[in-house]
């Protein structure tokens, strides 16, 4: 008995110390990014900084407006989440609920294996089969564009999705199923109206993590989107906040140098907002 509270005691310790390793991380994170982030938006000036539309880093008159690199990360990430929620969504029901079995062993690691792929891979064949389709079909004037950019990480974000939110789906009390089916609703009806709803936090995690992809992602979007500080257009080159750090910082220095880290800063309290807002939406959705 002794030696079994020891050990329990010890892993007591040891998950605590995990705890606030993360919680510790979190926070050095956080200061280090307000710390290197503010002395810029001193200098440029904080209206001038956010709703400048011009991005001139490297011109004799520098210009740091970042407005059309936050437009552009907004409906990226919102264009990638309508496209990629549902269809993730309704993988994971169909993987979950429907699929014989013999297909969801085909389906799932096909699956699984979008998450192993590499940024840059999505990125490649983002510029040599999307962006060439979408010339073809949508805009024949148009080249890497704020379509491409959404359509690309629209694919990525699936995994996450439809991995976390089969896993909510298939935790579902059987039990709640049957009552359905007994009552008179149809499969897909017990589905919509009982799996779904039992599930939502589950699916909510999900799409929180599919989220976070998108708009943490850099390299891929980089490629297709062209990399241009224009204001968003869904057949324009534009540059996301996360492609503006990434194609300057390496030879940044002085004040473009900080701006970059105020631009991390932004994309940073941006992440937390969403985040925020959609906790809250949890936390109220559960109440009700």
Do not use: H
Request: hydrophobic share 60%; glycine share 8%; aromatic share 6%.
């Amino acid at each position: 008995m002794k030696v079994k509270k020891a050990i329990e005691s010890v892993m007591n310790v040891l998950f605590a110390l995990c705890g606030l390793f993360s919680v510790a991380a979190v926070a050095l994170i956080t200061g280090y990014m307000i710390v290197a982030g503010i002395p810029a938006i001193r200098e440029i000036g904080l209206v001038n900084f956010l709703f400048g539309t011009e991005w001139a880093s490297t011109a004799a008159d520098p210009k740091f407006g970042i407005l059309p690199f936050i437009l552009t990360s907004i409906w990226g990430t919102l264009g990638a989440v309508v496209i990629g929620v549902p269809i993730g969504l309704l993988t994971a029901v169909f993987l979950s609920k429907i699929a014989p079995p013999r297909v969801a062993a085909v389906v799932r690691p096909a699956v699984d294996l979008l998450a192993g792929i590499p940024s840059v891979v999505y990125g490649l064949i983002g510029m040599m089969v999307l962006v060439p389709a979408v010339m073809d079909i949508c805009a024949p004037e148009s080249r890497i564009c704020l379509l491409a950019a959404i359509l690309v990480p629209s694919v990525m974000i699936l995994p996450s999705i439809v991995s976390v939110s089969e896993t909510a789906l298939n935790a579902v009390p059987r039990e709640y199923e049957e009552a359905s089916l007994a009552l008179g609703a149809t499969q897909i009806e017990t589905v919509f109206r009982v799996s779904i709803p039992a599930a939502k936090s589950g699916i909510a995690a999900g799409v929180v993590l599919g989220v976070g992809r998108a708009i943490g992602e850099a390299m891929a979007v980089m490629m297709v989107a062209g990399n241009v500080a224009n204001m968003p257009g869904l057949f324009k080159s534009v540059r996301f906040l996360t492609t503006a750090v990434a194609s300057e910082m390496s030879y940044a220095s002085g004040l473009q140098k900080q701006a970059l880290f105020s631009i991390a800063l932004v994309l940073f309290c941006f992440i937390m907002i969403i985040n925020s807002i959609l906790n809250f939406v949890l936390k109220k959705g559960d109440k009700a």
